[in-house]
Each structure stands twice: as C-alpha cells, then as structure tokens.
C-alpha cells in the first residue's frame, strides 16, 4: 500500500558529501514523523535523524552539524544531506515513515528498502 524508495547512496571520499532521497508512493492520507537509519556491518541499527511535520528535527550527537534532514511535504519526500563524511559514517541509509492510508483511522510505519553509503579513507 505505501512504498518508500531511497536514493542517493554512493561511494564518495572522506570529506566529500551526499544527498540522500526518499519518496513515499501509495494511498497516504498523510505522513507524520520521517526518519533516517543506518546500519553498519556487525554494528546495531542507529537512529541518526527525525523530522516531525511541522518541521522539527533532531539528530545524533554524531552527525549534528554534518547532516542536516529535510522534507518536502508536497512530494513525500524526505531528504538526508550529509556532509564531511567520514570513513564512520558507512553504512546502509534508510528511511521510515509514519504514514495514515486513505480511509485509515491510525498512523503505520513502513520502511525503505536501504541505500549504501561508502565513505573512503
């Protein structure tokens, strides 16, 4: 019923930067709270951003400063722009969503499929 689809991922070198997308395609009424996750190999998943809609954030001590996350509510669209990357930071991105379907009375969360992030020494 909803999709989320992430792009932007990529390999890029310590101190470079990347844009990271994700759209929600279904019956959406509408989209509460958006998030980012990551997850590096052998390591537990992090939360690393939120973004209420009305437009709150927060982020991981780790990132603040270096990542900033943003929504366009007329595209369901979240965004991740993340920059001075560092070696750390590689992991699978990807986002969650809070989402009421058409004809919903309640709020479900549905998660992406992931995208890559690599960042080299």
């Known amino acids: 019923q909803v999709q989320l689809v992430e792009s932007g991922g990529g390999l890029v070198q310590a101190g470079g930067s990347l844009r990271l997308s994700c759209a929600a395609s279904?019956?959406?009424?509408?989209?509460?709270?958006m998030h980012w996750y990551r997850q590096a190999p052998g390591k537990q998943r992090e939360l690393v951003a939120v973004?209420?809609?009305?437009?709150?954030?927060n982020s991981v001590d780790s990132v603040k400063g270096r990542f900033t996350i943003s929504r366009d509510n007329a595209k369901d669209t979240v965004y991740l722009q993340m920059n001075s990357l560092k070696p750390e930071d590689t992991a699978v991105y990807y986002c969650t969503a809070r989402v009421r379907l058409k004809g919903g009375d309640y709020y479900t969360d549905y998660r992406g499929q992931g995208t890559q992030v690599t960042v080299s020494s």
């Open positions: 279904g019956s959406i009424l509408s989209i509460g709270s």
């Open positions: 973004i209420t809609s009305g437009g709150s954030t």
